[in-house]
């Protein structure tokens, strides 16, 4: 009589384990790229937008909007995008926004991406 091996095969089990190591680095590089051009994205957005670095640009959607609200509140969602582009305090906090969601976004598609076999 033959008996029957109930364990996987070493190849197998190899196998297994560089999926699952694949996915943590796919997941690594992908967080890591995702934040680095959700961070590198927001200047140009607010400049496309109309928020300069030396404040809101002529005939832009930021100038329109601001025509529209008239005295920007301190604290408002204006006055915040426009500290964030004159690389105020609002940067780190929009660049931080930005880097998680970028991360975020990253790290699924890395981590979803396995090579077939």
């Not at 590198?40 to 300069?52: H, R, T």
């Not at 030396?54 to 995008?81: D, E, K, M, P």
């Amino acid at each position: 009589m033959t008996a029957i091996s109930t364990t996987m095969p070493d190849h197998t089990r190899t196998s297994n384990k560089n999926k699952g190591t694949r996915a943590v680095v796919g997941a690594t590089v992908g967080a890591t790229v995702g934040a680095i051009v959700g961070v590198a994205g927001i200047d140009p957005i607010l400049a496309a937008a109309g928020f300069g670095p030396g404040g809101i640009l002529v005939g832009s959607l930021a100038a329109l909007v601001h025509s529209l609200i008239g005295n920007v509140t301190a604290g408002s969602l204006f006055a915040f995008l426009q500290s964030a582009s004159m690389g105020g305090g609002a940067a780190a906090v929009l660049k931080a926004i930005a880097a998680a969601i970028g991360a975020g976004v990253g790290g699924l598609f890395g981590w979803g991406h396995e090579e077939s076999e």
